[in-house]
């Protein structure tokens, strides 16, 4: 039977393996009740609370040392009145009220399990909680559920993907990959993007992108790749998503909308990397092989910098990177190019120096933008 517990410890966006431990509060660094308070408004579609929350949790981040005075907080930039409170309380006392009524209360434990799976949103999530369940094993012996595909292989590759991806893995992820589109064309780079750019240890997934020497020559790459995964026998899911890009269209002002270009979301099989499962094994699974989250996507040669630059993040760089664009410069920024509004024209870049330098700003490089 599938059983899993909550991890009350960690809830940052990176999903660490369930624990098996009872509701304990072992918290509280500042950013941990800040991400659990976003994450909470989240659940609750409050955008602009949430997003305040995030932005708290990043200023902290970008500190050169914890702030453990009230005086040290009271000095900081972007915080709210909420976010004074909640840090003055933990300062205080060491703990938050608010953050630990969060972390006991059933529906954000409930929200945060099923978002837990690859494929749920907060929307099925809420669905889910709404028709009373709580579990995993009742949302799969519920007979009136429809899981889509991508949450079918979610429950199927569960554990191995809920375990972070470490950075040999995405070595390793990445040779394979770089194997298949030398065999379908020679003039087809690879580059290692998302998380494990910007040098983090370990990913939730492996984040790669894939452009020909020209525009247009990239096409049918990804089906080709593909395809190529399939013949080998380690493809375990795929979502292929066509390009919608359309070269007139302004970028859009919302951070959350859609990549344009070609993509796929993929579950691979990956061999000899066999993980020491300690608490979380299941008895007598000696399998030599575990499944890794890959997102493959797919632009234009003349579009790669703004790909490279957007799919590198963080999120809240990213965020932060398009707003000071459109307040402060008149420019729209997303994933495929960048817009100014002043000139009513689009500034073509072949590298993410070229978008720094637009913007006016000193290049940042990748490590730095852990925001
Ligand atoms: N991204 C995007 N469009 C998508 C998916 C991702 O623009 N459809 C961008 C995100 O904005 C992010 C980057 O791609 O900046 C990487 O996304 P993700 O893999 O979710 O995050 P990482 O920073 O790589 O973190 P992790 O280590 O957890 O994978
Ligand atoms: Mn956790
Ligand atoms: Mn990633
Ligand atoms: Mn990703």
């Not at 000139?343 to 490590?367: N, R, S």
Request: charged residues 25%; contains cysteine; aromatic residues 10%.
């Amino acid at each position: 039977a599938l059983q899993f517990f909550m991890c009350h410890i960690c809830c940052s966006r990176l999903r660490c393996p369930p624990l098996r431990l009872p509701p304990v509060f072992v918290l509280l660094s500042l950013q941990d009740a800040f991400e659990v308070l976003a994450e909470n408004y989240e659940f609750s579609e409050m955008e602009g609370p949430c997003l305040a929350f995030r932005r708290a949790a990043s200023v902290l981040k970008s500190l050169p040392s914890a702030v453990e005075s009230l005086r040290a907080a009271q000095d900081l930039p972007c915080l709210g009145e909420h976010t004074k409170a909640v840090m003055e309380e933990i300062l205080r006392c060491g703990r938050s009220f608010e953050v630990e009524k969060i972390l006991s209360d059933e529906r954000f434990q409930t929200l945060k399990l099923f978002t837990s799976v690859f494929g749920v949103g907060p929307k099925t999530a809420e669905k889910w909680h709404r028709r009373g369940l709580r579990s995993f094993s009742e949302v799969l012996a519920e007979p009136s559920i429809h899981l889509n595909r991508m949450q079918q292989s979610g429950f199927l590759h569960y554990g191995d993907i809920s375990r972070a991806v470490s950075k040999a893995e995405a070595r390793a992820v990445g040779n394979i990959i770089d194997e298949a589109v030398r065999a379908i064309t020679p003039d087809a780079m690879l580059t290692l993007t998302g998380g494990f750019r910007r040098g983090k240890e370990f990913g939730h997934d492996v984040d790669l992108i894939v452009t020909a020497a020209e525009p247009g020559r990239e096409q049918n790459l990804l089906s080709e790749i593909i395809d190529s995964l399939k013949k080998q026998g380690i493809l375990l899911f795929c979502e292929y998503q066509a390009s919608t890009f359309d070269t007139t269209k302004l970028p859009s002002h919302r951070f959350e909308a859609m990549d344009h270009f070609a993509k796929c979301f993929l579950i691979l099989r990956l061999e000899g990397s066999r993980v020491d499962e300690g608490l979380h094994s299941a008895e007598g699974d000696s399998r030599n092989w575990r499944a890794v989250r890959v997102d493959l996507v797919s632009p234009p040669a003349d579009h790669f910098a703004f790909t490279l630059l957007g799919w590198t993040g963080s999120r809240q760089f990213e965020r932060d990177l398009r707003r000071f664009a459109r307040l402060e410069r008149r420019m729209l920024l997303d994933n495929h190019a960048l817009f100014d509004k002043t000139k009513k024209e689009f500034l073509t870049a072949t590298t993410e120096k070229d978008i720094f330098d637009h913007l006016g700003l000193e290049y940042i490089e990748p490590w730095q933008r852990n925001a």
